[in-house]
C-alpha cells in the first residue's frame, strides 16, 4: 500500500472569531483531508498562525492554498512541503507501567529525550516534543507495555533559515 | 469636520447605505430588525422596496446589483428571515454580485440562548457569502459596515452578510464610518502582470485559430469597448458564456454566439478545433467544458481572471494572468498585431451556415423560442431580459439577440428557479426607463409568484413572459433523454397564471397560438403596467444543441 503523502500549510490569519471555522469548512466542504490542524498566537498582535497538515500533494495543494487565500482574514499562505523545516509536535502518553515494568518504560522515554510528568502505582504519564515521526517511534515502543491514554497537539512547522514569514 | 455626532446601529447602516448611493434597498421587516426600519423611517431619499419572501428580496438586489454594476441591499429579520435569505446569498455568491444582506439578530444577551427567531445565520452563511459580520457592539459596527461595502464590490465582486443584533441597532456611538478601508492580506488583483501579458500577445499573434471566451468578468468590469478593440483588431472570433451574453453585439459578424451544454454548435465545435482559448473573466464551469479531460484538445490557453483561484482550477493554463480584466486588456491591445484570419473565419462561417443553431423552425404550434423572438422583436431588441432557471433561460439566452451589454441576467451559477421575476423588480428599478422582460417557466414562476404584489404595489411596467409547457421541462428532457422516458414528479397541474396575476393586481394575458403570442406581446408593450402572458406553448419542445452530460462540446448534438 503506497503510504499517504501530506502537504504542510501555514496560514497567518486574523486573529477574528470565527476565523478556525471558516477554515475548517473550507477543507470540509472541498473536500481535504486534515490530518491535524494547530492554531496559536504567533510573533504579531491580533495574528493567529495556522499549521495544517492536509492529505495529497502537488497541483490539489495549491488550489487549497488559493482557496485558503480568498478567505478574507488570511493573510498569508506558504506551502513549507518542500522547505526544510522544523516540525514539532507535544503528545502526552499514559502508558501502562507496573513496579516491575517501570524503570524500562522510563528508560525507553529517556533514549527519546521525553519525559516523565506523572507517576502512579500501574501508569505513567510520558510528555514528549518531538516530530510526528519519532513520536510514531515512541508509541510503537510503549505500545508493548500498553498505552492507556494519548493526545497529540498536531504539528506544528517552521522553516529553517532566513527571517521568517514576513 | 463636523463635530462626531452619536449615531444609532440603525443610523450607521442607513447612512452607509446612503454614502454607498445605492438608492433602493430590498426587504422584509420583522421583530429584530424593528430598530433598523425605525431609523429608516427616517431617510426619506432611501427608498425601500417590500418584498413578500426574503428570497425574493435577495433575488431584487441582485437583479438591481447586476443592471447597474453596483452594490444592492437586501434586509431581512432574524431567523425565518435569515434563514430565507439562504438562497439568495447562494446564488449571488456562484454568480459574483456584490449584495449587501443585513440581518436582525436577537439581542446580545440572548444570542446562543435559542430565544425566539434566532439562528446561528452567520454559522449558516460562511460558505455562501464572500464574508460575513455577527457584530457584537456597535462601535465595531462603523468598521464593519465600511469593509462590507468595500468586499461586496472589490476584486470579484460577492455578498457580503451583516447579522446585527436588536440592541446594536439601538446602541448609540460617536465613531464615524470609515471612508477608505484597508484589509491586511486582502488585495484584489488590478493590472496583470507585465510579462505575461507580454506572452499572452505573443500567443494571441502567434495563434491561427484563436477563439474570445467572454465571461461574466466582462460584463462586471464594463470592458466592453476593450473587448471590441481586441477583436476587431485581430480578428478573433467571440463566443460567450451565459453570463457573458451582450459582452459583445450578437450581430456583429465576429460573434459566434453562447458555448457550452446549450450553446450554440458552431461555438462548440469552433472550441473544439481552436488552436488558441483567450479565456477573460470565466471560470471554465462544467456547463462550459463538457467532459474536461477533451476540451480544446488543440489549445493552449490565456486566461484572465481577477480570482487566483480560478486560475489552473479545472484546466491547464499556458499563460495564467491575475488580473481585472478591463485593465489587463488596456495593456494587451496595443500589442497584439492586425490580422484577418481569413481562413478560420470562413472555417466558422461555413459552421454556422450549416449548423444554424440560433435558427427556429416553422411550426402551427406555439415554440417558446418563437416567443422569446416574438419578444425580440417587439422590443426592437431593446429590452432587459430576465431569465429564470431551465428551458426557459436558455431559450431566452440563445433566441433573442444581444446586442448591448449588461441585457441578459440570470441565475446561472446557483441555477435557482424563483429569480427571474423579483430580478426583474429589481432590474426595472435600477433601470426605470428601460423595458424589461422576465422570461420565466411555469415551474419557476410558482417559487416566487408573490412577488407578482411587489410588482403590483410599485406599479413596475416589468413585462413576465410565461413559456408554459406545463412541465418542469427541463427535468423532463433529461427524464425523457436519460431515464427512458419514465416521467417522475415534472409535470405540473397549474392554476390559470392570468387570472392569478388580474388577482394580484397585474394584468394578465393568456396566448395559446402563434398570433395570439404576437398580439399579446404587442398589448403588453402598449400597457403601462405590469403584465404577465401567459404563453401555452408546445409542451414537448426541448432545448438544442445539448452536450449530453460526460460528452465532449465535440459532441454536441442538435436533436
Same mark, same amino acid.
Given at each position: 500500500m503506497a503510504a499517504i503523502e501530506y502537504s504542510t500549510l501555514v496560514a497567518l490569519v486574523?486573529?477574528?472569531?470565527?476565523v478556525l471555522t471558516k477554515a475548517a469548512m473550507l477543507f470540509r466542504r472541498r473536500g481535504y483531508n486534515i490530518a491535524s490542524l494547530n492554531v496559536g498566537h504567533s510573533e504579531v498582535p491580533g495574528i493567529s498562525r495556522m499549521t495544517i497538515v492536509v492529505e495529497g500533494r502537488g497541483p490539489h495543494i495549491k488550489q487549497c492554498e488559493k482557496q485558503l487565500y480568498k478567505?478574507?482574514?488570511?493573510v498569508k499562505v506558504l506551502d513549507l512541503t518542500e522547505e526544510a523545516r522544523v516540525d514539532k509536535e507535544v503528545a502526552l502518553i499514559r502508558v501502562s507501567a507496573h513496579s516491575a515494568e517501570r524503570a524500562e518504560v522510563v528508560g525507553i522515554a529517556r533514549a527519546f529525550d521525553a519525559e516523565i510528568v506523572d507517576v502512579a502505582r500501574d501508569s505513567l504519564i510520558v510528555e514528549i516534543t518531538a516530530s510526528p515521526y519519532t513520536i510514531d517511534r515512541f508509541l510503537e515502543v510503549a505500545g508493548d507495555f500498553g498505552i492507556l491514554e494519548l493526545t497529540r497537539t498536531g504539528v506544528v512547522s517552521m522553516s529553517r533559515g532566513g527571517n521568517g514569514a514576513k | 469636520m463636523s463635530e462626531p455626532k452619536q449615531r444609532t446601529g440603525g443610523q450607521i447602516l442607513c447612512d452607509a447605505m446612503r454614502t454607498e448611493g445605492t438608492g433602493a434597498i430590498f426587504g422584509m421587516p420583522g421583530g429584530a430588525s424593528l430598530p433598523f426600519y425605525d431609523a429608516l423611517?427616517?431617510?426619506?431619499?432611501l427608498a425601500h422596496y417590500s418584498m413578500r419572501h426574503e428570497q425574493g428580496a435577495g433575488y431584487a438586489a441582485d437583479g438591481y446589483a447586476r443592471a447597474l454594476n453596483r452594490v444592492g441591499i437586501c434586509t431581512a429579520t432574524s431567523g425565518p428571515g435569515a434563514t430565507n435569505l439562504v438562497t439568495s446569498m447562494a446564488s449571488a455568491m456562484m454568480d459574483s454580485v456584490p449584495v449587501i444582506f443585513v440581518t436582525g439578530q436577537v439581542a446580545t444577551p440572548f444570542i446562543?440562548?435559542?430565544?425566539?427567531?434566532?439562528?446561528?445565520i452567520t454559522g449558516v452563511s460562511i460558505p455562501v457569502t464572500k464574508q460575513n459580520y455577527l457584530v $457584537?457592539? +456597535? !462601535?465595531e459596527l462603523p468598521q464593519i459596515v465600511a469593509e462590507a461595502f468595500y468586499l461586496a464590490r472589490s476584486g470579484r465582486p460577492g455578498p457580503v452578510h451583516i447579522d446585527v443584533p436588536k440592541d446594536v441597532l439601538t446602541d448609540t456611538t460617536d465613531i464615524p464610518t470609515p471612508t477608505d478601508v484597508k484589509i491586511h492580506g486582502y488585495r484584489p488583483a488590478g493590472l496583470g502582470h507585465k510579462r505575461m501579458i507580454q506572452r499572452a500577445a505573443e500567443a494571441i499573434n502567434a495563434a491561427e485559430k484563436p477563439v474570445i471566451l467572454a465571461g461574466h468578468g466582462i460584463a462586471i468590469s464594463e470592458a466592453f469597448d476593450e473587448l471590441k478593440e481586441l477583436v476587431e483588431k485581430a480578428s478573433i472570433p467571440v463566443i460567450t458564456t451565459l453570463h457573458g +451574453?451582450?459582452?459583445?453585439? !450578437?450581430?456583429?459578424?465576429l460573434s459566434f454566439g453562447m458555448l457550452g451544454m446549450h450553446g450554440m454548435y458552431y461555438a462548440n465545435i469552433a472550441v473544439h478545433e481552436c488552436d488558441l482559448i483567450i479565456a477573460l473573466?470565466?471560470?471554465?464551469d462544467d456547463r462550459v467544458t463538457g467532459r474536461v479531460k477533451d476540451f480544446a484538445p488543440n489549445a493552449n490557453i490565456v486566461h484572465i481572471d481577477i480570482?487566483?483561484? !480560478?486560475?489552473?482550477?479545472v484546466v491547464p493554463t499556458a499563460v495564467p494572468i491575475v488580473g481585472d480584466v478591463k485593465l489587463t486588456l488596456g495593456a494587451l491591445n496595443p500589442q497584439i498585431e492586425s490580422g484577418d484570419r481569413a481562413a478560420w473565419l470562413s472555417r466558422l462561417n461555413s459552421l454556422k451556415a450549416d449548423h444554424p443553431s440560433h435558427a427556429i423552425r416553422e411550426s402551427e404550434a406555439l415554440l417558446p423560442q418563437r416567443v422569446v423572438r416574438n419578444i425580440y422583436e417587439a422590443t426592437k431588441g431593446e429590452a432587459k431580459i430576465i431569465g429564470d432557471v431551465g428551458q426557459n433561460q436558455m431559450w431566452a439566452a440563445q433566441h433573442f439577440l444581444y446586442? $448591448?451589454?449588461?441585457s441578459f441576467f440570470s441565475?446561472?451559477?446557483?441555477?435557482?428557479?424563483?429569480?427571474?421575476l423579483p430580478a426583474a423588480i429589481g432590474v426595472q428599478i435600477a433601470k426605470p426607463d428601460d423595458t424589461v422582460w422576465s422570461i420565466t417557466g411555469d415551474g419557476g414562476l410558482q417559487?416566487?409568484?408573490?412577488e407578482l404584489a411587489a410588482l403590483a404595489e410599485y406599479n413596475l411596467p416589468v413585462k413576465i413572459a410565461v413559456l408554459n409547457n406545463g412541465h418542469l421541462g427541463m427535468i423532463r428532457q433529461w427524464q425523457n433523454r436519460f431515464y427512458e422516458?419514465?416521467? $417522475?414528479?415534472?409535470v405540473l397541474q397549474n392554476p390559470n397564471f392570468a387570472a392569478v396575476a388580474e388577482a394580484y393586481g397585474v394584468r394578465g394575458i393568456s396566448a395559446g397560438s402563434n398570433e395570439d403570442a404576437r398580439k399579446a406581446i404587442d398589448e403588453a408593450m402598449a400597457h403601462d403596467g405590469p403584465v404577465l402572458i401567459d404563453f401555452a406553448v408546445d409542451p414537448n419542445e426541448d432545448v438544442f444543441p445539448m452536450v449530453e452530460p460526460g460528452a465532449s462540446l465535440a459532441e454536441t448534438v442538435e436533436v
Amino acid at each position: 500500500m503506497a503510504a499517504i503523502e501530506y502537504s504542510t500549510l501555514v496560514a497567518l490569519v486574523q486573529d477574528h472569531p470565527g476565523v478556525l471555522t471558516k477554515a475548517a469548512m473550507l477543507f470540509r466542504r472541498r473536500g481535504y483531508n486534515i490530518a491535524s490542524l494547530n492554531v496559536g498566537h504567533s510573533e504579531v498582535p491580533g495574528i493567529s498562525r495556522m499549521t495544517i497538515v492536509v492529505e495529497g500533494r502537488g497541483p490539489h495543494i495549491k488550489q487549497c492554498e488559493k482557496q485558503l487565500y480568498k478567505l478574507v482574514e488570511v493573510v498569508k499562505v506558504l506551502d513549507l512541503t518542500e522547505e526544510a523545516r522544523v516540525d514539532k509536535e507535544v503528545a502526552l502518553i499514559r502508558v501502562s507501567a507496573h513496579s516491575a515494568e517501570r524503570a524500562e518504560v522510563v528508560g525507553i522515554a529517556r533514549a527519546f529525550d521525553a519525559e516523565i510528568v506523572d507517576v502512579a502505582r500501574d501508569s505513567l504519564i510520558v510528555e514528549i516534543t518531538a516530530s510526528p515521526y519519532t513520536i510514531d517511534r515512541f508509541l510503537e515502543v510503549a505500545g508493548d507495555f500498553g498505552i492507556l491514554e494519548l493526545t497529540r497537539t498536531g504539528v506544528v512547522s517552521m522553516s529553517r533559515g532566513g527571517n521568517g514569514a514576513k | 469636520m463636523s463635530e462626531p455626532k452619536q449615531r444609532t446601529g440603525g443610523q450607521i447602516l442607513c447612512d452607509a447605505m446612503r454614502t454607498e448611493g445605492t438608492g433602493a434597498i430590498f426587504g422584509m421587516p420583522g421583530g429584530a430588525s424593528l430598530p433598523f426600519y425605525d431609523a429608516l423611517y427616517h431617510y426619506a431619499d432611501l427608498a425601500h422596496y417590500s418584498m413578500r419572501h426574503e428570497q425574493g428580496a435577495g433575488y431584487a438586489a441582485d437583479g438591481y446589483a447586476r443592471a447597474l454594476n453596483r452594490v444592492g441591499i437586501c434586509t431581512a429579520t432574524s431567523g425565518p428571515g435569515a434563514t430565507n435569505l439562504v438562497t439568495s446569498m447562494a446564488s449571488a455568491m456562484m454568480d459574483s454580485v456584490p449584495v449587501i444582506f443585513v440581518t436582525g439578530q436577537v439581542a446580545t444577551p440572548f444570542i446562543g440562548s435559542d430565544a425566539f427567531q434566532e439562528t446561528d445565520i452567520t454559522g449558516v452563511s460562511i460558505p455562501v457569502t464572500k464574508q460575513n459580520y455577527l457584530v $457584537k457592539n +456597535v !462601535e465595531e459596527l462603523p468598521q464593519i459596515v465600511a469593509e462590507a461595502f468595500y468586499l461586496a464590490r472589490s476584486g470579484r465582486p460577492g455578498p457580503v452578510h451583516i447579522d446585527v443584533p436588536k440592541d446594536v441597532l439601538t446602541d448609540t456611538t460617536d465613531i464615524p464610518t470609515p471612508t477608505d478601508v484597508k484589509i491586511h492580506g486582502y488585495r484584489p488583483a488590478g493590472l496583470g502582470h507585465k510579462r505575461m501579458i507580454q506572452r499572452a500577445a505573443e500567443a494571441i499573434n502567434a495563434a491561427e485559430k484563436p477563439v474570445i471566451l467572454a465571461g461574466h468578468g466582462i460584463a462586471i468590469s464594463e470592458a466592453f469597448d476593450e473587448l471590441k478593440e481586441l477583436v476587431e483588431k485581430a480578428s478573433i472570433p467571440v463566443i460567450t458564456t451565459l453570463h457573458g +451574453v451582450g459582452n459583445f453585439p !450578437e450581430s456583429h459578424d465576429l460573434s459566434f454566439g453562447m458555448l457550452g451544454m446549450h450553446g450554440m454548435y458552431y461555438a462548440n465545435i469552433a472550441v473544439h478545433e481552436c488552436d488558441l482559448i483567450i479565456a477573460l473573466g470565466m471560470r471554465f464551469d462544467d456547463r462550459v467544458t463538457g467532459r474536461v479531460k477533451d476540451f480544446a484538445p488543440n489549445a493552449n490557453i490565456v486566461h484572465i481572471d481577477i480570482d487566483p483561484a !480560478e486560475i489552473e482550477k479545472v484546466v491547464p493554463t499556458a499563460v495564467p494572468i491575475v488580473g481585472d480584466v478591463k485593465l489587463t486588456l488596456g495593456a494587451l491591445n496595443p500589442q497584439i498585431e492586425s490580422g484577418d484570419r481569413a481562413a478560420w473565419l470562413s472555417r466558422l462561417n461555413s459552421l454556422k451556415a450549416d449548423h444554424p443553431s440560433h435558427a427556429i423552425r416553422e411550426s402551427e404550434a406555439l415554440l417558446p423560442q418563437r416567443v422569446v423572438r416574438n419578444i425580440y422583436e417587439a422590443t426592437k431588441g431593446e429590452a432587459k431580459i430576465i431569465g429564470d432557471v431551465g428551458q426557459n433561460q436558455m431559450w431566452a439566452a440563445q433566441h433573442f439577440l444581444y446586442d $448591448k451589454p449588461l441585457s441578459f441576467f440570470s441565475a446561472g451559477g446557483l441555477g435557482g428557479m424563483g429569480y427571474s421575476l423579483p430580478a426583474a423588480i429589481g432590474v426595472q428599478i435600477a433601470k426605470p426607463d428601460d423595458t424589461v422582460w422576465s422570461i420565466t417557466g411555469d415551474g419557476g414562476l410558482q417559487i416566487n409568484i408573490q412577488e407578482l404584489a411587489a410588482l403590483a404595489e410599485y406599479n413596475l411596467p416589468v413585462k413576465i413572459a410565461v413559456l408554459n409547457n406545463g412541465h418542469l421541462g427541463m427535468i423532463r428532457q433529461w427524464q425523457n433523454r436519460f431515464y427512458e422516458g419514465r416521467l $417522475k414528479a415534472s409535470v405540473l397541474q397549474n392554476p390559470n397564471f392570468a387570472a392569478v396575476a388580474e388577482a394580484y393586481g397585474v394584468r394578465g394575458i393568456s396566448a395559446g397560438s402563434n398570433e395570439d403570442a404576437r398580439k399579446a406581446i404587442d398589448e403588453a408593450m402598449a400597457h403601462d403596467g405590469p403584465v404577465l402572458i401567459d404563453f401555452a406553448v408546445d409542451p414537448n419542445e426541448d432545448v438544442f444543441p445539448m452536450v449530453e452530460p460526460g460528452a465532449s462540446l465535440a459532441e454536441t448534438v442538435e436533436v
